[in-house]
Nanobody, 124 residues
Framework: VQLQASGGGMVQAGGSLRLSCVDSGRTFSSYCIGWFRQAPGKEREFVAAISWSGQYAYYPDSVKGRFTISRDNAKKTVALQMNSLKPEDTAVYYC??????????????????WGQGTLVTVSS
């Protein structure tokens, strides 16, 4: 698994961004994929995860109803659609992979594979 995240940028509060995570490896469809974020001076926070099949997704309350995770195993891509963005969503966002459930991804430590981060900045 070799993950690469992209799609970050600067947006005003209330706006939207779509992040992508692409795997250049060979076993993408076997892994649960998650998104995490880390703001300056804060601990890393779980944002969303999707099961290997795409059937199950899990979100924390902080993003539920605003963020949607999806995957295309044929393209080895996971997307994170972020709507109604708030300044507190500002962070570096990372995608990650492991063999676990979507809910289990929120608790997994350590996680096996990480992509590089992509910066999301939401201005007020």
């Amino acid at each position: 698994v070799q993950l690469q995240a992209s799609g970050g940028g600067m947006v005003q509060a209330g706006g939207s961004l779509r992040l992508s995570c692409v795997d250049s490896g060979r076993t993408f469809s076997s892994y649960c994929i998650g998104w995490f974020r880390q703001a300056p001076g804060k601990e890393r926070e779980f944002v969303a995860a999707i099961s290997w099949s795409g059937q199950y997704a899990y979100y924390p309350d902080s993003v539920k109803g605003r963020f949607t995770i999806s995957r295309d195993n044929a393209k080895k891509t996971v997307a994170l659609q972020m709507n109604s963005l708030k300044p507190e969503d500002t962070a570096v966002y990372y995608c990650a992979a492991d063999r676990t459930s979507a809910q289990g991804m929120s608790l997994k430590s350590p996680i096996s594979y990480w992509g590089q981060g992509t910066l999301v900045t939401v201005s007020s």
